[in-house]
């Protein structure tokens, strides 16, 4: 959230002051209090919402951009003062002061670029301007032809030097540019700063956009109810700039989608074809506007379709991908799971499910392999019993007799190695194997260590449990 400044305050509150000091100026005919209340206005304006681009880091060169055209309007108005006050070179000054109102212009296009290259993602980005740019050409010469009927003078663009076409089509630009960020956001993502600064714009750009037509066309563009109007919308940025709600506006961290997935954009497109063919054939329209006008609606169809059949090949693409990646998943998880299954039933078929040593069905096939890959191999096995279990299931019950031998299962695991395998054969009989191929086997020291792990006690329950066992050996 923007941070309150009583900096920010005290300039734009002169701002306001100035803008209603000026009012009073034209109103009373006293030109020299206007002439310096307009100035000072757009001063403060500018450094109030300069302050604001520095609190605001990810809107800061935008943000910078519509300061610094407060700032031109400022310097065009020194200019106009130097002029008409000062009586100072006419010519060189008026020329410099229409080329600051132009820059004031132009800082408000480029603050807007700025804008959605910050709001919109990558691809958006280019498909917004150009839908602006197509549809303010559209726009342009839709009202260029009414205000050229309307004044009873021809504007001919083949006759105009670049320089002025491109301050009327910028100046629509910033109109349509405005509209399409507000409808694109939706009403619920408007707050007071989007209201504000929407009709500021849309202020500013009608009445440069008349100033730029009455101009080229020669006629004189003065007009003190326009000024005031246009001072009022660079007034309007300040305070739009300086409102808390700027917040909720600029200072999300996502960015907007261009949400064009119906047909308004082709819908214009034949809305202005078809006013511009009636303008056509009842003579307000020369054809050379009009065919400029169809070429560009034209344009702007043909490319809107291609970047709707582009995305939708995208998505198309990425559905397809999610669905491959979706079934290859499936076939990884089946994999793992058949995997899973076949590992349990293994267990079940050759391990011991109380014990989890190998069983005797393990054994015949283990001792089935050893035979036929090394029919000389020497093999010890030790059978392991316990003296009087069923006395111990009889006293304790056979869940303690369950422990007991889960606990000596245990115990036999951790003789395991390459060439020693425990086995429970089935009840309290167990056996040992041991594949003796380097006849290496000590079965001495073995049978010491055997004894000494079958000679301690069992714990369950806190109680001892003595049991004691029988082991007898036999060499293959």
Not at 77 to 82: A, G, K, P, R
Not at 115 to 141: P, S
Request: aromatic share 14%; hydrophobic share 50%.
């Amino acid at each position: 959230m923007l941070e309150k400044s009583s900096f920010r305050s005290t300039t734009l509150t002169v701002a306001v002051i100035s803008f209603f000091g000026y009012i009073i100026g034209l109103t009373t005919g006293f030109d020299l209090f206007a002439n310096i209340c307009s100035p000072l206005c757009a001063l403060m304006v500018g450094i109030s919402i300069m302050t604001v681009a520095y609190a605001i880091p990810r809107f800061r060169i935008c943000v910078s951009c519509i300061g610094i055209a407060a700032f031109f309007w400022f310097l065009g108005d020194v200019f106009y003062f130097l002029v008409y006050e000062m009586g100072m070179d006419v010519e060189r000054f008026s020329m410099a002061s229409e080329r600051m109102y132009q820059f004031t212009s132009y800082m408000y296009a480029i603050g807007l670029v700025f804008f959605i290259r910050k709001e919109y993602k990558g691809k958006d980005v280019l498909r917004f301007v150009v839908h602006a740019m197509l549809l303010a050409i559209c726009t342009n010469i839709l009202i260029r032809t009414y205000l050229e009927y309307t004044n009873g003078i021809q504007l001919v663009v083949t006759e105009m030097s670049v320089y002025n076409l491109l301050i009327i089509l910028v100046s629509f630009f910033i109109v349509i540019v405005t509209l399409m960020v507000i409808i694109n956001r939706g009403v619920s993502n408007v707050s007071t700063f989007g209201v504000l600064i929407f009709i500021s714009f849309l202020l500013y750009g009608i009445c440069d956009n008349r100033y730029s037509f009455l101009s080229a066309i020669g006629v004189n563009a003065q007009n003190y109810v326009m000024d005031a109007v246009a001072l009022f919308s660079v007034l309007l940025s300040g305070i739009a700039f300086c409102h808390p709600t700027i917040g909720k506006f600029l200072d999300e961290n996502e960015k907007l989608i261009y949400r064009e997935n119906d047909y308004v954009g082709e819908t214009v497109a034949v809305v202005f074809t078809v006013v511009g063919f009636v303008m056509f054939i009842t003579k307000i329209m020369p054809e050379s506007s009009f065919a400029i006008l169809f070429v560009t609606c034209l344009i702007y169809f043909l490319l809107s379709r291609s970047m709707q059949a582009t995305e939708l090949n995208k998505k198309l693409l990425a559905l397809q991908e999610a669905e491959n990646a979706r079934l290859q998943q499936e076939v990884v998880d089946k994999q793992n799971e058949l995997m899973s299954t076949n590992e349990q039933l293994e267990n079940a078929m050759y391990l011991d499910s109380l014990s989890g040593l190998h069983n005797r069905l393990s054994w015949n096939i283990y001792s089935a392999d050893c035979l036929d890959t090394n029919p000389d191999v020497h093999i010890i096995l030790y059978i392991i019993g316990f003296n009087f279990f069923e006395l111990v299931n009889d006293t304790y019950g056979h869940l303690v007799g369950d422990r007991i031998i889960k606990e000596l299962g245990r115990r036999l695991k951790s003789l395991k190695n390459d060439y020693i395998r425990a086995y429970r054969l089935g009840g309290d009989e167990f056996m040992i194997s041991c594949v003796d191929i380097k006849q290496r086997f000590d079965e001495a020291q073995f049978a010491n260590l055997l004894i000494n792990l079958l000679d301690r006690s069992y714990e369950v329950d806190d109680d001892l449990i003595h049991v004691t066992t029988s082991i007898g050996s036999a060499s293959y």
